[in-house]
């Protein structure tokens, strides 16, 4: 479980990570409707970042959420919570979960009234959405 690279594959995302010292076990609860893996925080936010860095516009039959709700999901539950300081590694998964969102900057900032938004485009930006955005840019609605 080493770097997550990724790369659009038709209108679905490739996620690959390198095979280093470290390694995690998941398994498909179909019960309970998820991914599940041990406590230790690499694991759990390793996957939280996979499935935020995979969603797609529909669920998945698994979970019934798409992947950014699942992520958003499995990060707001207990088990997610450190029970000890996190270490630069921790702190670099969630700043890569975190880097997916868009900059919201509000003017005027004290009645935030109107917002300028800038997308960080990425290789895995959804083909629906950077369409969209491409057609917003032209009527200068965003950027």
């Not at 230790?40 to 959420?65: E, I, N, Q």
Request: proline share 7%; with cysteine.
């Amino acid at each position: 479980m080493g770097n997550l690279s990724f790369k659009r594959h038709g209108i679905h995302v490739k996620a690959l990570t390198e095979n280093i010292d470290h390694y995690g076990r998941y398994t498909i609860n179909t019960v309970l409707g998820r991914l599940d893996c041990p406590a230790p925080p690499r694991l759990l936010y390793f996957k939280a970042r996979c499935h935020a860095y995979t969603s797609f516009v529909r669920p998945d039959p698994l979970t019934g959420r798409t992947g950014t709700e699942e992520a958003l999901h499995c990060l707001r539950s207990g088990c997610f919570q450190p029970w000890k300081p996190l270490d630069d590694h921790h702190f670099e998964i969630l700043t890569s979960i975190a880097k997916l969102t868009p900059l919201r900057e509000y003017y005027p900032e004290n009645l935030k009234v109107m917002q300028k938004i800038q997308v960080r485009r990425f290789l895995y930006f959804p083909l629906y959405l950077s369409t969209m955005l491409d057609s917003a840019t032209m009527f200068n609605v965003s950027r």
